[in-house]
Structures are given as structure tokens and as C-alpha cells.
């Protein structure tokens, strides 16, 4: 496995770099963020990766936005902002990736439906499944029973709805590196 161990040094080396030099936490205007070309073609993609960035412990992790088709939300960070004391990706920062991922695609599907709402994560499971010596990628979509014509129109019409979203952080190869099961609810406001 010489990937691993070139990907393990390199990892460990950016570990040494991090902890050499105290680095403070950029701030949301200080960093330097673009969507690419064909996301900002989607006007809420634009308006959820402000959000994003305004939250400082997303800004942190230097969070942005990988893909959306209507179904997934992809979103990305680099490992030398999510990395632990073994040189891979921090177990906090894989499990708020995929919360974000879901989160968002949630907050989107509730905006295309014409609506505003505050989105809550209610209970969530994740999975630990290898350690990732790369950057991070989640990927979010609609658990197989979720509805979400249902959940708009619930939405819209109770003031109230829930569904529920899958994730998860890939390896290099293909496998996972975590995986995530969440419920969600959203309160309609207006």
C-alpha cells in the first residue's frame, strides 16, 4: 500500500506545518471563496455558500460547495483544515461535512418549493468506517423512504414537516470513509 503510506506522509507533514505555526481561524471576508461557474448558474447555491460562510466554525473548515443536481448536494474541505493528531481527516469535520451536505439540501428543496424555513437537524447516526488521508467530500441525498413532494406539501400546508437524509465521506477508492443518517424537521416561516 504505497499510496497509503505517501498519503499518510504527506498528511503527516501538513500536520507538522500546522502545528509549527499558530494559524488563526479566518474570517468570512478575509477568505478567498468562489463558486465555480456553472453552480452560480443556481441562484440559491449562491445565497446557501454566503450562509454557510457566515457561520465561523463552517468558515473554518473552508467549506464550499462541490455539485448539486436537484437530488445531491456535494459540498467539499480541504484535509489541512479538517486534520487530526494521526494526519487524517478530523472525525468532528467528517460528521459536520455531512450534516452541512444534508442540512443544505434540505434548506434547498424547501426554497424551490417557494418557501422559508428554519431547518434542524433532530437525531443523527454516523458511521466511522476508515480514516481518510485526503480532503473531504460529502455527498447528501434523500434517504430510499423519504418524500419530498410530501414533505413540501406538509410543509406548506402544517407549518411543519420532517424528512429524512443520507451522506457520506468517500475515500479515494471509491469506499467509504463515513457514512450518515439523519432526520431532519423544518419549521415554515411567513
Not at 55 to 82: K, T
Not at 143 to 149: F, G, K, Q, S, V
Amino acid at each position: 500500500m504505497p499510496t497509503v503510506a505517501v498519503s499518510r506522509k504527506r498528511a503527516c507533514a501538513q500536520l507538522v506545518a500546522c502545528r509549527s505555526a499558530p494559524q488563526a481561524i479566518p474570517s468570512p471576508r478575509s477568505m478567498t471563496h468562489t463558486l465555480s461557474a456553472h453552480l452560480l448558474e443556481h441562484p440559491l447555491l449562491e445565497h446557501l455558500d454566503a450562509h454557510y460562510r457566515g457561520m465561523p466554525p463552517v468558515a473554518a473548515m473552508q467549506v464550499s460547495i462541490a455539485g448539486y443536481d436537484g437530488e445531491r448536494l456535494r459540498l467539499h474541505a480541504p484535509l489541512s483544515h479538517n486534520i487530526n493528531d494521526k494526519g487524517c481527516a478530523f472525525g468532528g469535520s467528517l460528521a459536520s461535512l455531512m450534516t452541512l451536505a444534508a442540512w443544505g439540501l434540505v434548506t434547498l428543496h424547501v426554497q424551490e418549493a417557494g418557501m422559508e424555513a428554519d431547518v434542524y437537524v433532530a437525531d443523527s447516526t454516523v458511521r466511522y468506517l476508515a480514516p481518510l488521508f485526503g480532503d473531504l467530500e460529502a455527498e447528501a441525498h434523500a434517504a430510499p423512504e423519504a418524500d419530498w413532494p410530501g414533505f413540501t406539501t406538509t410543509l406548506a400546508e402544517r407549518g411543519k414537516a420532517r424528512t429524512e437524509l443520507v451522506a457520506r465521506v468517500t475515500l479515494p477508492d471509491g469506499r467509504d470513509a463515513a457514512t450518515f443518517r439523519a432526520r431532519f424537521v423544518a419549521f415554515r416561516r411567513g
